[in-house]
Nanobody, 114 residues
Framework: QVQVAESGGGLVQAGGSLRLSCAASGSIFSVMGWYRQAPGKQRELVAG???????NYADSVKGRFTISRGNAKNTVYLQMNSLKSEDTGVYYC??????????WGQGTQVTVSS
């Protein structure tokens, strides 16, 4: 049974930093990623990382956010620097198994005050 759990959200002032963590279990994960959903908007990809550590980022976060995986490859982190009010939203971890199935975490709230 695959389980996904995020942590690390919170309230931060604009220009500040937060680090999100996501721990997954129950399979081997080929891709792990972070998505976010702002109020009234669709969920969007923020950053993703493969099991080979290839990464991709949304244009809006390039140069500010860094995604990485733990040594055991079942944990993914999102280091968020220079946060802006438009980064506010619920951040979700999504993992894809080597069989091509994907699972979501329950989400963690990030609020950036201006």
């Amino acid at each position: 049974q695959v389980q996904v759990a995020e942590s690390g959200g919170g309230l931060v002032q604009a220009g500040g930093s937060l680090r999100l963590s996501c721990a997954a279990s129950g399979s081997i994960f080929s891709v792990m990623g972070w998505y976010r959903q702002a109020p009234g908007k669709q969920r969007e990809l923020v950053a993703g990382i493969t099991i080979g550590d290839s990464t991709n980022y949304a244009d809006s976060v390039k140069g500010r956010f860094t995604i990485s995986r733990g040594n055991a490859k079942n944990t993914v982190y999102l280091q968020m620097n220079s946060l802006k009010s438009e980064d506010t939203g619920v951040y979700y971890c999504r993992v894809t198994t080597i069989d091509g199935e994907f699972y979501w975490g329950q989400g963690t709230q990030v609020t950036v005050s201006s």
